[in-house]
């Protein structure tokens, strides 16, 4: 069933509802991380250097259709903040009919795109190969991928973040079980190598996908289209309108948060294998660290929209208040932890006297504080975009990221070598969390709206035009 995030405890309610998204986040990571030591320690550094490469060209192709999933998420939320279970059904019909044709589209890209792609990268002669039949797999995955994550988005708007948990939990126990079948062979099933580690994916994000869907008719969940409802699968074209207009400025952020992965990545691999499969062994551990900057963007997200559904302005600067707190309390918890692990935890992911150990520790040091630059972002992020506002974050992310960060990076690359791409992260971090608290003192996001035409206005901010889009 739907949940209010409009009463009570926000410190409480954000934390009970971030946790399960924290945790979701962490399995999710802690997925990628085992098939990546089963990559690194037992396929070598040539396929570890693949697996780095081909998920920045994924990551960079598939999230030009996230941003319509974001868009869905936060229009549900705020119908569920209003209590109109009919127009929030009407957005979960248009937008999954939207999100599974673009899915589809955005797989045969991949497919055809895939070796241009890593050639352009400058992905190292060694590891072409297997980075191609990886990302080959992953690819004829991604309808399932996407709708995974789709309805994810939709049970967290609808305030259930607890289920999501559950089937991740699900999801990852199958692909880390399934990663050494598929790699090295068992019985009849083939060896299949770095292919066998994408197929694992394949087949968790199928069947749990697939009992998700069972689960929540099971359940009869508020959401659920029933047989007198598949009318909703129709496109509604203003609800779509609305979901593209504001969904495609958040999938340009994460194609500008990937467009900035490639090219750094790009940089990397000019210093050779021992230094990209040091990079990509630092992006698991990074990914960590960033876990809980998301978990709570995404809990501060669902929680602000649910609030401006319902009126209730003065919650969400308290939000934004607590979610900043919390982003920096954890992300600076990881950070510690991390580098006092420092090499043991990249001795998962790299042979024992690998050169690449002490690239990887070198380069953490001068990076890792940098994600609590980032979790600032992340989290006032996550409010203004719960109400519609969201060319200013692209705006941002774009100038951090491919004005400041790369550029700064490739400016001082021949006189600092790959010291000049570590520096350049903390620098561009620290840039995207002063204007993103710029932008939340002083902008105008308050007066956003992404109310489709045909549904009910929500009640303005104080002191707002209620007419601004």
Not at 204 to 217: D, G, M, P
Request: contains cysteine.
């Amino acid at each position: 069933m739907a949940r209010s995030l409009t009463e009570g405890s926000i410190p409480l309610g954000l934390f009970k509802f971030s946790l399960p998204i924290l945790f979701a986040n962490i399995l999710q990571s802690l997925n990628g991380s085992v098939n990546s030591i089963w990559v690194g320690r037992f396929l070598g550094e040539a396929a570890l250097t693949a697996t780095s490469n081909s998920n920045t060209v994924m990551f960079l192709l598939i999230g030009a259709a996230f941003g319509v999933a974001l868009a869905s998420t936060i229009l549900i939320a705020q119908r569920i903040g209003a209590n109109d279970i009919a127009d929030a059904k009407k957005v979960v019909g248009t937008s999954a009919t939207l999100f599974l044709g673009i899915s589809v589209i955005m797989a045969i890209t991949g497919l055809l795109l895939c070796r241009p792609l890593l050639i352009a990268m400058s992905t190292p002669a060694d590891s072409l190969e297997l980075a191609v039949a990886y990302m080959r797999v992953i690819f004829l995955a991604l309808p399932f991928l996407y709708m995974y994550a789709f309805l994810m988005g939709i049970l967290r708007g609808a305030g259930d973040s607890k289920t999501p948990f559950y089937f991740m939990l699900l999801s990852v126990a199958i692909d880390i079980g399934l990663n050494p079948v598929f790699i090295f062979g068992l019985g009849p099933v083939p060896r299949l190598g770095i292919a066998g580690s994408a197929l694992a994916t394949f087949m968790a994000q199928a069947i749990s996908l697939t009992a998700l869907i069972r689960h929540l008719y099971r359940r009869n969940h508020v959401l659920c289209l029933h047989r007198d409802e598949l009318r909703y699968l129709r496109i509604d074209w203003a609800v779509a309108a609305t979901l593209i207009r504001k969904g495609i400025p958040m999938s340009a952020q994460m194609l500008v948060v990937s467009l900035s992965g490639v090219l750094m990545i790009t940089l990397v691999n000019r210093f050779g294998v021992d230094t990209t499969a040091a990079f990509g062994a630092a992006l698991q551990i990074w990914n960590y660290i960033q876990m809980p900057a998301f978990a709570i963007g995404m809990g501060i997200s669902a929680m602000t929209a649910q609030n401006v559904g319902a009126g209730k302005w003065n919650r969400v600067g308290r939000i934004a208040g607590v979610g900043v707190l919390y982003s920096v309390a954890l992300t600076g918890s990881m950070v510690i932890a991390i580098e006092l692990l420092d090499r043991h935890v990249f001795g998962l992911f790299l042979p024992a006297g690998s050169a690449a150990l002490a690239i990887a520790s070198h380069m953490n040091r001068i990076v890792t504080g940098s994600f609590i630059f980032f979790g600032i972002s992340v989290a006032l992020f996550g409010v203004v975009r719960a109400t519609g506002a969201v060319m200013a974050p692209l705006g941002i992310l774009i100038v951090s990221l491919l004005v400041v960060r790369f550029p700064l990076a490739e400016l001082f690359l021949a006189h600092f070598q790959a010291d000049a791409v570590w520096w350049s992260f903390p620098v561009s971090s620290l840039v995207s969390a002063l204007l993103a608290a710029a932008y939340y003192k002083f902008g105008g996001w308050r007066k956003a709206r992404m109310t489709p035409a045909g549904m009910a206005q929500l009640p303005a901010a104080p002191g707002s035009d209620a007419g601004a889009q």
